[in-house]
Each structure stands twice: as structure tokens, then as C-alpha cells.
């Protein structure tokens, strides 16, 4: 079996690339406690907790449509901008990107900027225009 591990390491680190990358977005989310919405809570939580709605597109993909109210801070800038959101920091904030995966990264990093109430709208804009709710332009 050793030997078999050694003539095959590359095999073996590759396997061990591919998992570390399938559980990063799971355990993100354990480790830092946050939750996915869908997209018919989203309207919910704004009205009821004031929750914030932070996209995390590329300004070009906001302007294609985007969450109406959404506040537009792109994740390549999120770290740099994070000021801006300081003011919400004791409201939910609701973050959304195109298919879902850049509003886990933003979520991480405002919980370890101290942002308590983070959630990540699950399949982004894709889930939010499936169910046929307003999309501003």
C-alpha cells in the first residue's frame, strides 16, 4: 500500500485539492454561521428585521439587473469598501451575487469583520429571477 502512495503522490495530492475545494463552501458556512435564504424570505426579511440587501456583482452585472434597493459593493472591493456597510452593521445583512457562490466568500469576510446577522441568498440572482420577483435595471 505504501508503495503503491508513493508511486502515485500526485495522484494523491490531487485528490486531496479536489476535496479541499468541494468542502471549503460547507464548512465556511458552518464555521462562521451563515445561513442561506431563499429568495422568497428575502422580501420578508427586509420588511420585518430591515435587513440590508448587499450585491457582490461586478458593477456591469448589477446594472443588468439587480435586487431593487440592493446596495452595490463588488467583492473584488468588499475589503477595501467595507466602511460602507459599518453603518448596518447591527442589521441582518442579506448578501446576493449572480449564482450564489461570491455572496459566501463576502459572508466570511464580514463575519470576521464582526457583521453578526449574515446571510447568503441561496442561487443568487439565477434563484431570485426563477421566482419571478422584481429585478430593477
Known amino acids: 500500500m505504501s508503495q503503491f502512495v508513493i508511486n502515485n503522490w500526485m495522484l494523491f495530492v490531487g485528490l486531496?485539492?479536489?476535496?479541499?475545494?468541494?468542502?471549503?463552501?460547507?464548512?465556511?458556512?458552518?464555521?462562521?454561521?451563515i445561513h442561506k435564504v431563499s429568495p422568497l424570505e428575502v422580501p420578508k426579511l427586509t420588511s420585518r428585521d430591515s435587513a440590508v440587501v448587499v450585491d457582490v456583482c461586478e458593477s456591469k452585472e448589477h446594472k443588468q439587473g439587480h435586487i431593487p434597493e440592493s446596495i452595490n459593493i463588488p467583492l473584488s472591493r468588499l475589503s477595501q469598501d467595507i466602511e460602507q456597510l459599518k453603518k448596518y452593521r447591527e442589521k441582518p445583512i442579506i448578501l446576493c451575487c449572480h449564482s450564489g457562490n461570491r455572496s459566501i466568500k463576502a459572508a466570511v469576510m464580514l463575519r470576521r469583520n464582526g457583521f453578526e446577522t449574515v446571510y447568503a441568498l441561496g442561487g443568487g440572482m439565477l434563484a431570485w429571477e426563477k421566482e419571478n420577483l422584481p429585478v430593477e435595471r
Open 16 to 33: 486531496f485539492v479536489v476535496l479541499a475545494l468541494l468542502l471549503y463552501e460547507p464548512l465556511s458556512q458552518m464555521m462562521y454561521r
